[in-house]
């Protein structure tokens, strides 16, 4: 059974920082384009950092380039991907989910239909 279970969300001060990590169990990890998405109540889901299995292509949101980062390798012994949130905003609240398998390129960051989800993590970012 695959399973991605994210952590590390929380509360936050604007302007502070946060680590968030998916594990991933089930499917060999490094083999799979992986990505950060995010959904704010109200609004639909958007791609805010993905990452090709390769390292070759990674996409981060326009608004988000400089202020968050992605690991440029998934190969790690943890089975994690990271994502690393600074300058964190108020328009940076959301609920935010990590997936195995979307279309990566530096221009796209988009889910496929056998994609696997967590559950999630919220955070929070308080003015």
């Known amino acids: 059974e695959v399973q991605l279970v994210e952590s590390g969300g929380g509360l936050v001060q604007a302007g502070g920082s946060l680590r968030l990590s998916c594990t991933v169990s089930?499917?060999?990890?490094?083999?799979?384009?992986v990505g950060w998405f995010r959904q704010a109540p109200g609004k639909e889901r958007e791609g805010v950092s993905c990452i090709s299995w390769t390292g070759r292509s990674t996409y981060y949101a326009d608004s988000l380039k400089g202020q968050f980062t992605i690991p440029k390798s998934i190969d790690n012994a943890e089975n994690t991907l990271y994502l690393q949130m600074s300058s964190l905003k108020t328009e940076d609240t959301a609920m935010y989910y990590c997936?195995?398998?979307?279309?990566?390129?530096?221009?796209?960051?988009?889910?496929?239909?056998?994609?696997?989800w967590g559950q999630g993590t919220q955070v929070s970012v308080s003015s």
């Open positions: 997936a195995t398998g979307p279309r990566v390129t530096s221009d796209i960051c988009r889910p496929v239909a056998d994609s696997y």
């Open positions: 089930g499917l060999t990890f490094r083999h799979y384009n």
